[in-house]
């Protein structure tokens, strides 16, 4: 026998010997909401409780235990419905089901069906931007107890460890289900050596965590190498969603540096006599965490009096805060100013070709008293005294005037006298300090001028 009004698109179910038929529409905006029940025995429709939200057509259903479960569809070909209602034909009664609402948006020309104590529900449309979905959503009737495993976080990052030390990290698993959650092995996928557990984890195995409890699980990174460092840290448990859970662990190692310090970075020798040796030592140090080594150590140039004492054999290493005395030597019979640079190359990353400068000065050699005109007529004699020295300019004649001065070497005026006329003696003394090492002395009288050069002791 025909329904009793046309329909397109409806909703149908069957409850023991009794079939359904409901909902639909005649046309894009005109819904339905009736329902009708099929009488087998009369062979006739019958009008049942109508459908008590808004029409709607393309309506799934499922039956479980006596009731039917309507849900989803569309009205107007633009809204969609995730709500569902329960059918009882025994009571003829409609009941909206909060607890049953769908989970998602495109469900128009869903699918549904019931297999043991679970109804199913999914696939459909979403008719403002036609996004079909292939989902398909699982509802318990009958909740079994289950283990569900949580990781407090699904990657360890250790960031930069130096080589050779060691940082830890805590792995916190959780059960949130509500029963309990059995852990029976843990390992590292790729078994590296270089994560590794701060004790035997298989004298623990297999864990028991009851529901709402956690336990930790240490994990320790050792870098061998400057280099990345990835593993993965896979826990097999009775998880009832899954049964491999996933940590994923990265570092870097970090590697030790050395930081090579020099003593001095100049080295000055001084004013020096001609053929007078003279060496300066001084400390390298490696005051870093790594090894130190010195690849070579030589003069920017070769052609100097500046020598090498140390002979070394090269490369040479030094541990953490050990250091080593190099000493640099200076010889030379020519007077004259010398400069050089002694280069050191090394793994200091900072400075890997560290430089220091040379400096030496040879002075000129002369005697105590140049170009000295010793004869009856005028002589200049010097006198130590203590800590004064006295020149005295000696006549046998009248001097008849003139001027008795010392000057440094670069033409300042130390002290000057008058000598009175006809006197045959001009004396000056000085504190030895007053004096350079190297003066000049004056004597002028007239057209006649006289200089000596001195040479304090």
């Known amino acids: 026998v025909d329904l009793p009004e046309p329909m397109i698109f409806p909703v149908s179910f069957v ?19 009736t329902l009708y029940q099929y009488n087998v ?7 049942k409780s109508s459908f008590p939200s808004e029409a709607r057509q393309a309506t799934a259903s499922f039956v479980y235990k006596g009731i039917a479960y309507v849900g989803g569809g569309q009205s107007n070909y633009a809204d969609n419905y995730s709500d569902i209602f329960k059918y009882d ?11 049953l609402m769908l989970p998602y948006s495109s469900t128009a020309w869903p699918v549904a069906f019931s297999l043991g104590d679970n109804g199913y529900f999914g696939t459909g449309v979403e008719l403002s931007t036609f996004n079909y979905t292939s989902a398909l959503y699982k509802y318990e009737f009958v909740k079994t107890k289950k283990p569900i495993i949580s990781l407090e976080s699904k990657v360890l990052d250790f960031g930069e460890v130096k080589v050779n030390n060691s940082l830890s990290k805590t792995v916190v698993i959780r059960n949130l289900g509500d029963t309990t959650l059995i852990i029976d092995d843990i390992s590292f996928e790729n078994k590296i050596g270089n994560f590794s557990f701060s004790s035997e984890i298989s004298d623990y195995l297999p864990l028991h965590i009851e529901t709402s409890s956690f336990v930790e699980i240490e994990v320790i990174f050792t870098p061998e190498s400057e280099k990345d460092y990835t593993d993965v840290l896979v826990i097999h448990s009775n998880s009832f969603d899954k049964e491999n ?38 400390n390298i140090s490696n005051k870093g965490e790594g090894i130190l080594s010195i690849n070579s150590i030589y003069l920017e140039s070769s052609k100097s009096p500046f020598n090498l004492t140390d002979i070394l054999s090269f490369p040479l290493f030094l541990e953490s805060n050990e250091e080593i005395e190099y000493c640099v030597s200076f010889l030379s019979s020519k007077f004259g100013t010398y400069t050089n640079k002694l280069i050191i190359e090394s793994n200091n990353p900072n400075n890997p070709l560290a430089k220091i400068v040379l400096l030496a000065e040879v002075n000129e050699p002369i005697s105590n008293i140049l170009k000295f005109p010793q004869n009856d007529e005028l002589k200049l004699n010097t006198l130590n005294i203590g800590d004064y020295i006295e020149f005295s300019l000696i006549s046998n004649k009248v001097i008849n005037s003139g001027t008795f001065s010392i000057y440094s070497t670069n033409g300042k005026l130390i002290r000057s006298i008058n000598i009175p006329i006809n006197s045959n003696t001009a004396y000056m003394r000085f504190n030895r300090d007053e004096l350079p090492r190297l003066c000049f002395i004056h004597y002028i009288n007239g057209e006649k001028v006289y200089i000596y050069k001195y040479l304090r002791d």
């Open 245 to 282: 859970s996933e940590v994923f662990l990265n570092g870097k190692g970090l590697g030790l540096k050395p930081n090579m310090v020099l003593e001095l970075s100049e080295l000055d020798y001084g004013k020096l006599e001609e053929n007078q040796a003279s060496e300066i030592c001084f």
């Open 89 to 99: 034909p025994k009571t003829n009664k409609w009941n909206k089901d909060e607890e």
């Open 41 to 47: 025995t009369g062979n006739f429709w019958e009008k």
């Open 15 to 33: 409850i023991e010997d009794k079939g359904f038929v409901g909902l639909g529409g005649q046309g894009f905006d005109n819904q339905l909401n």
